[in-house]
């Protein structure tokens, strides 16, 4: 079993499949899964594809990333709970997120992107970034 975004790595390194630039110009941040990342080392993959699609100037990393990266609270399976005390941890990592001043987030966890997008419209920020998935980034 390989994740997407290996998947996605090896089709494009192997010249099977042959993305477009189609983002230039958006500020991008890269967010780490915890389960891809922390848990099965997968940091690479994620980036290579993110950069098949997008100019390399494009692409930010946020301060806490890779193994020090702030999970989007869907880990452990917070996305069930309704948390009453605090900051949602999406919210927290959202905060986080956008000290880049990103027009997209690309994640690359279909968690991830359910967290992250709720907290984008509890923030009200839905004109201004976008959250979405590295798969859907190749045109």
Do not use: W
């Given at each position: 079993?390989?994740?997407?975004?290996?998947?996605?790595?090896?089709?494009?390194?192997?010249?099977?499949?042959?993305?477009?630039?189609?983002?230039?110009?958006?500020?991008?941040?890269?967010?780490?899964?915890?389960?891809?990342?922390?848990?099965?080392?997968i940091?690479?993959?994620?980036?290579?594809?993110?950069?098949?699609?997008?100019?390399?100037?494009?692409?930010?990393e946020?301060?806490?990333?890779?193994?020090?990266?702030?999970?989007?609270?869907?880990?452990?399976?917070?996305?069930?709970?309704?948390?009453?005390?605090?900051?949602?941890?999406?919210?927290?990592?959202?905060?986080?997120?956008?000290?880049?001043?990103?027009?997209?987030?690309?994640v690359?966890?279909?968690?991830?992107?359910?967290?992250?997008?709720?907290?984008?419209?509890?923030?009200?920020?839905?004109?201004?970034?976008?959250?979405?998935?590295?798969?859907?980034?190749?045109?």
């Open positions: 079993m390989v994740h997407h975004s290996e998947l996605l790595e090896t089709l494009i390194t192997d010249g099977k499949i042959s993305p477009k630039k189609t983002i230039n110009g958006n500020n991008v941040v890269i967010h780490d899964s915890c389960y891809l990342g922390r848990h099965n080392k940091y690479d993959a994620p980036r290579e594809v993110l950069k098949s699609t997008t100019k390399t100037e494009s692409i930010h946020a301060e806490q990333n890779r193994e020090s990266g702030t999970c989007c609270g869907a880990g452990g399976s917070r996305f069930l709970l309704e948390e009453s005390t605090g900051t949602r941890m999406s919210h927290h990592r959202l905060d986080e997120l956008m000290t880049t001043n990103p027009e997209t987030i690309a690359s966890c279909p968690y991830c992107v359910l967290m992250l997008e709720d907290a984008v419209k509890a923030r009200g920020l839905q004109e201004k970034v976008k959250v979405r998935d590295i798969g859907e980034m190749i045109k």
